[in-house]
């Protein structure tokens, strides 16, 4: 199956600093990726949705201005929070998908915020 | 009613067992249904995809589609210990980037 890459795959920072995560999609152009979050035990919560030159679509109740999402090209989608909190602290994932429309998934990037 | 929907379980089988995990969609139009595997602490890994009506049969697992009655399921023949996960069943509404996740299924196989 394809591969994407997702780095880093753990951050711990400090409040108010930025956090800057990295989706590629290593062997496959995807003009779509996905930005997902989730808390222990619980379900996959979507984010937002990056277009390859345009801007992202962010799901109800997601700050577009706490999560900067920029996909500047078909291989590379990245998702900064911006002043983290601690009630940011989470698991993000992304996803790219191909051209048959099917996703796969980075590794994920576990968040923590002191 | 949620777009995807799946028992949440958990679902617990001896080892050795069939384990059968079912998912219902709401959208008759939809067109692409896909299984993914997720560890605990672990991002989802895709394990199945099934596009037509009937069974898809991969190693140890069966994809299973009936669009007339909206319903996809995934049978693990000789369910092992390392099958233990939670099980996502997503679905495609219209071959475009519109795929909808449900809630998932913890599997537990007991040795």
């Known amino acids: 199956g394809a591969v994407v890459s997702q780095h880093p795959s753990r951050v711990i920072c400090k409040s108010g600093t930025s956090v800057k995560i990295e989706c590629r999609s290593l062997?496959?152009?995807?003009?779509?990726m996905f930005w997902y979050r989730q808390f222990p035990k619980q379900s996959l919560m979507l984010m937002a949705t990056s277009n390859e030159g345009s801007k992202a679509t962010y799901e109800q109740g997601v700050e577009k201005d706490k999560f900067l999402i920029n996909h500047a090209s078909l291989t590379l989608s990245t998702l900064t929070v911006t002043s983290a909190h601690p009630e940011d602290s989470s698991f993000y994932i992304c996803?790219?998908?191909?051209?048959?429309?099917?996703?796969?998934f980075g590794a994920g990037t576990r968040l923590s915020v002191l | 009613q949620k777009e995807v929907e799946q028992n949440s379980g958990p679902l617990s089988v001896p080892e050795g067992a069939i384990a059968s995990l079912n998912c219902t969609y709401s959208d008759r139009g939809s067109q692409s249904f896909f299984w993914y595997r997720q560890y605990s602490g672990k991002s989802p890994e895709l394990i199945m995809s099934i596009y037509s009506n009937g069974d898809k049969e991969d190693g140890r697992f069966t994809a299973q589609l009936n669009k007339a009655s909206q319903y996809v399921s995934l049978l693990i023949r000789d369910s092992q210990p390392s099958d233990s996960a939670t099980y996502l069943c997503?679905?495609?509404?219209?071959?475009?980037?519109?795929?909808?996740f449900g809630a998932g299924t913890r599997l537990t196989v007991k040795p």
């Open positions: 062997d496959f152009q995807a003009t779509t």
């Open positions: 996803s790219a998908m191909d051209r048959e429309y099917i996703q796969y």
């Open positions: 997503a679905v495609n509404q219209g071959n475009n980037n519109d795929m909808r």
